[in-house]
């Protein structure tokens, strides 16, 4: 008999979680997720749903007594209430790995503390503290929440001193920390796994461009130089090591102008910049995350094919429901996520373009560049 996993968040993750335990009947019999949108994206492709905010603890316990194990598609999950339903269902990764990724200065804090490099950061507790780390620091510098921050949300960029009391008043009531702005060359991640007996596999490193703090676009290769790539994946099997967690973990780095590694952040999830695996490896981002919780042999992490993500964001100027978009030519793959309605850069989908038979990837990025103008949304 297969097992129930439950999951916390049915969005686009947990939708295509869901879609890749469908070729794994024998190892998984049903999927339940935990979500506040009533018919979330993962709800749409057959899993069962519990609807609730992600950190209602009466719909978390449900969740736990109906699975046999449960995993997490968003990171704000309540670690404390996670770690009281252990004993009803197997929770990966572990509420103890959750709660020092979830927090922006514990995890860096770990990081730290086990040699893996960062860039410079102090914990905030005053406005004071703020002037003495742009002192340190210089400007520009960033003023980060610790919580419940993604797509750059939480980041307030200090880039003259008047800015700072703006920043502190900004976050007002909330965990702070200041980081030293890092100029760098080039953003770049890890798909990283480990499963429950310790089995660690990387994903090649890849290339992330950002706009509006909003992931963009994923170059997989990334374009850099072999040593550059050995240190970025040495990195990320050494934070695995020590983390522990079972799954798949997005480990986001920057390079830096003297092609050094800092880790920017991890999430410990099926990660955007992992979305390309779905047509270029051998091995899903999501296959493989259900492989390490399940506690199964990982898959190979092989790039068989150069391949470009690019996401489908809402369009800046309108909310509400919008046209289906349609893309085709070769060897490009769209995903939408079903969601009904398009808000200002929300995530509603992505392709994947990839590599025909001796195309460089300059020329799939030429590709790309043709095709953009067309992957807008539009309002119906
Ligand atoms: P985060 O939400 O912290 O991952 O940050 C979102 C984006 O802000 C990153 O992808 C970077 O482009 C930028 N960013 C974050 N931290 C730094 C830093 N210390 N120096 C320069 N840019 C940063």
Not at 149 to 172: H, L, P, V
């Amino acid at each position: 008999m297969g097992k129930i996993l439950g999951i916390i968040g049915g969005g686009q993750l947990g939708m295509m979680i869901a879609e890749a335990a469908k070729n794994m009947t024998d190892e998984i019999e049903k999927i339940i997720v935990l979500d506040p949108t009533e018919n979330c994206p993962a709800a749409q492709v057959g899993a069962e749903q519990i609807v609730a905010d992600f950190k209602n603890r009466n719909a978390i316990v449900e969740l736990s007594e109906k699975s046999d194990i449960i995993t997490y598609e968003i990171e704000s999950g309540d670690s404390d209430v996670l770690k009281s339903v252990e004993k009803n269902a197997e929770i990966n990764p572990s509420p103890e790995t959750l709660r020092i990724i979830q927090d922006k200065f514990l995890q860096k804090t770990f990081l730290k503390e086990n040699n893996i490099p960062v860039p410079d950061f102090i914990q905030i507790n005053s406005i004071e503290e703020v002037k003495k780390g742009v002192e340190d620091y210089g400007l520009p510098a960033l003023l980060k929440a610790r919580r419940d921050a993604y797509d750059g949300r939480g980041n307030y960029k200090i880039d003259t001193s008047e800015d700072i009391q703006k920043a502190y008043d900004y976050f007002k009531g909330q965990k702070l920390m200041l980081e030293r702005f890092v100029p760098f060359k080039m953003e770049v991640s890890v798909i990283a796994s480990r499963n429950t007996k310790g089995q660690i596999k990387t994903y090649p490193l890849v290339e992330n461009i950002h706009e509006d703090n909003i992931l963009r676009e994923t170059i997989a290769p990334a374009r850099v130089s072999d040593q550059i790539i050995k240190n970025a994946e040495e990195i990320a099997e050494k934070t695995m090591t020590v983390l522990k967690g079972a799954g798949v973990f997005g480990i986001e780095m920057f390079v830096t102008q003297d092609d050094q590694i800092v880790i920017n952040e991890i999430a410990p999830r099926v990660h955007n910049s992992g979305h390309h695996s779905l047509q270029s490896s051998e091995t899903s981002q999501f296959e493989q995350h259900l492989r390490a919780i399940l506690g199964l042999e990982l898959g190979s992490t092989k790039l068989v094919h150069n391949t470009i993500m690019y996401n489908i964001l809402g369009n800046k100027s309108f909310q509400g429901e919008y046209k289906p978009l349609k893309l085709d030519d070769k060897n490009l793959y769209l995903k939408m996520y079903g969601k009904k309605v398009s808000k200002p850069l929300r995530k509603l989908g992505h392709f994947n373009l990839v590599g025909n038979e001796g195309e460089t990837i300059d020329q799939l990025i030429e590709r790309l560049e043709a095709i953009k103008p067309r992957a807008i949304v539009e309002s119906t």
